[in-house]
């Protein structure tokens, strides 16, 4: 399954500090440094910034010989994203095979049939095609993430697309911390103690769905942890008493 995230990231202006990666590389544990240097990457990705994405990227790519198909396959991803020239050796996970061959349209199946609706998104990025950048578009604007959203949309107006969508929907602006429905469904969750297995259980959506709405959350609120979003939602009164 593909590289999960344990550090704080969020599409609304990602943040991964210095002593993430310090803390990273005291542990010399392979999956946790090539997690945390490809979250960098991403997070540089979102803020514009392609020269320490893709330095980033190819930090993780020392360690690739020690990582499974998985990590691998999301290392060459994000060295193709960001415009490195280096290539990774050994296996990838079939979904990522197939976007560094340019098969974006069956990697995004296969995401999609994993339950992985933001690296569907980044598959479809990948194509110069209107209908896949649209959907693309959807997809993140669906999941919270505007940081990826406006990459996607400078992507449409290079291509010279129109009628393109321009952000969040009016419930969204209305909002006082700019959360959508689906992250304020989260919020309560997560005011009620549960996880994001059981969130994603409750909502009908995948977990790592749910991951990224849960990081939108805490990021909107400027919390560091659930227990202080959870204290900061209920001070603005944005919940009602945490379920049982």
């Known amino acids: 399954m593909p590289l999960y995230m344990d550090v704080h990231t969020f599409n609304g202006g990602v943040s991964v500090d210095a002593e993430a990666m310090a803390v990273a590389d005291s542990t010399?544990?392979?999956?946790?440094?090539?997690?945390?240097?490809?979250?960098?990457?991403?997070?540089?990705?979102?803020?514009?910034?392609q020269d320490s994405a893709r330095h980033e990227a190819e930090l993780a790519a020392h360690r690739s010989s020690a990582c499974n198909s998985w990590d691998r396959g999301a290392i060459a991803s994000w060295l193709r994203r960001?415009?490195?020239?280096?290539?990774?050796e050994g296996g990838l996970a079939e979904p990522y095979r197939l976007q560094i061959e340019g098969d974006w349209d069956k990697a995004a199946q296969l995401w999609s049939n994993l339950g992985c609706p933001y690296e569907v998104a980044l598959?479809?990025?990948?194509?110069t095609e209107e209908a896949a950048l649209r959907r693309a578009l959807?997809?993140?604007?669906?999941l919270g993430a505007p940081a990826a959203a406006r990459?996607?949309?400078?992507?449409?107006?290079a291509l010279g697309l129109r009628s393109i969508h321009s952000g969040p929907r009016s419930a969204t602006r209305e909002h006082p911390l700019g959360l959508t429905k689906r992250e304020h469904e989260v919020l309560d969750l997560i005011c009620g103690g549960h996880t994001n297995a059981e969130i994603a259980a409750r909502l009908f959506i995948?977990?790592?769905?749910v991951d990224h709405h849960v990081?939108?959350?805490?990021?909107?609120l400027g919390a560091p942890t659930r227990t202080v979003a959870a204290a900061r939602a209920a001070q603005l009164g944005l919940v009602n008493a945490p379920e049982t």
């Open 151 to 157: 990459i996607a949309r400078q992507k449409m107006r």
């Open 28 to 49: 010399d544990e392979v999956e946790r440094i090539v997690l945390v240097r490809l979250a960098r990457a991403e997070a540089n990705w979102l803020a514009g910034d």
């Open 138 to 142: 959807s997809i993140f604007a669906e």
């Open 123 to 127: 598959a479809l990025l990948a194509s």
């Open 215 to 220: 990081s939108a959350v805490l990021a909107k």
């Open 206 to 209: 995948s977990t790592r769905t």
């Open 82 to 88: 960001t415009g490195s020239t280096r290539s990774i």
